[in-house]
């Protein structure tokens, strides 16, 4: 199966697409951490992919497309993946399609997360990354045990700059711009379905099983 999460940053797309992958072995292909993984190895896509992550801006399509091609071609993608970042616009969209038209294995369904613009400025303000593992914790739900030092292997913790304030409004506006047309685009190929996600993640999880059947 082929499953397309959407819906802004912050609400939690990525979080249930890691659950997919423990409960049903379903590969997460996440442009975002493909993306960053390439900036912390100082690549040269890497690069050029962090100035326009850092100013809270969309990565050029042929460099995500490129990065999306090359990993559905892997053996573990041969049963079905989960897309958590990607397609971003009606373009990608289209270019995805394509691709999978080649391998007669299309998109069966994308998940829509709706959620307030305020609730997400709240939850990704708050989020801070381990600078050499990647854990993820939130000041308010989530907090590590010692302030600003990582529970699984004591390096720092930082505030992406993706993370900061003003940079989420930008990434906002891009969203809401290009990336929201896609909600109508899968609608009309009847396979979108909606989910809450302001409700508590495992709420989320159960409806998002659901949305799978």
């Not at 369904?109 to 593992?133: H, K, N, P, W």
């Not at 854990?135 to 990582?150: I, R």
């Amino acid at each position: 199966m082929i499953v397309v999460l959407l819906g802004p940053p912050g609400s939690g797309k990525g979080t249930q697409a890691k659950r997919l992958w423990t409960e049903r072995k379903w590969p997460q292909l996440s442009t975002g951490d493909m993306l960053r993984s390439a900036i912390q190895k100082g690549t040269k896509l890497g690069i050029q992919a962090k100035s326009f992550m850092d100013q809270g801006l969309l990565v050029p399509d042929n460099v995500v497309v490129d990065l999306i091609a090359e990993r559905i071609e892997l053996p573990d993608c041969r049963p079905g993946f989960v897309l958590d970042g990607f397609p971003r616009n009606i373009l990608q969209a289209g270019v995805l399609d394509r691709m999978l038209e080649v391998r007669n294995q299309p998109v069966d369904r994308a998940v829509v997360f709706e959620i307030s613009d305020e609730e997400l400025v709240r939850r990704l303000s708050g989020r801070r990354t381990c600078v050499e593992c990647g854990a993820m914790y939130h000041v308010e739900s989530a907090a590590p045990k010692k302030p600003q030092l990582c529970d699984h292997c004591g390096h720092s913790l930082i505030q992406r700059e993706d993370d900061k304030p003003e940079v989420i409004q930008k990434r906002l506006i891009v969203y809401h711009q290009q990336t929201e047309p896609l909600v109508e685009f899968y609608k009309k190929q009847n396979k979108l379905r909606c989910l809450d996600a302001k409700k508590k993640a495992s709420d989320v999880t159960e409806a998002l099983s659901e949305a799978l059947q």
